[in-house]
């Protein structure tokens, strides 16, 4: 009988509040952090259990593209609480060089005011 290789990690969860500076005012994401076996030396996986309109979020998992969480741009030894506060800072200014869905990333730079809309809507579900 074969062995299974299952991986050491690590679930943390957060609820972030949502800046008041920012389309979500008022709104409280619930999010999951996935801490790889070689965690602080490789980033965490993070993604918004609580459904967002964002840029930078997948709509259909809640993934975060974020370019601090790269592979290639993670810092050895960063800390959660740092995710945090890239998160708290994306939730203000959203990365538009790391747009998860492209259609969503149209809507932003074309149909701002409607991009605008569901993000508040996002927002007032998540109360």
């Not at 996986?45 to 969480?69: E, K, M």
Request: with cysteine; net charge negative; proline share 6%.
């Amino acid at each position: 009988m074969a062995k299974l290789n299952v991986e050491t990690r690590s679930y943390k969860e957060a609820v972030i509040p949502a800046p008041q500076d920012s389309l979500y005012k008022g709104g409280k994401f619930k999010i999951q952090i996935l801490l790889p076996e070689n965690y602080p030396l490789g980033p965490p996986i993070v993604r918004f259990i609580t459904p967002i309109y964002h840029l930078n979020v997948s709509q259909t998992s809640g993934q975060v593209c974020l370019r601090f969480l790269a592979e290639d741009e993670w810092v050895a030894g960063g800390t959660i609480e740092q995710v945090l506060n890239a998160l708290f800072s994306l939730l203000i200014r959203p990365e538009e060089d790391n747009a998860f869905d492209h259609d969503v990333l149209n809507e932003y730079h074309h149909y701002k005011t409607r991009y605008d809309s569901n993000a508040r809507k996002s927002a007032e579900k998540a109360t």
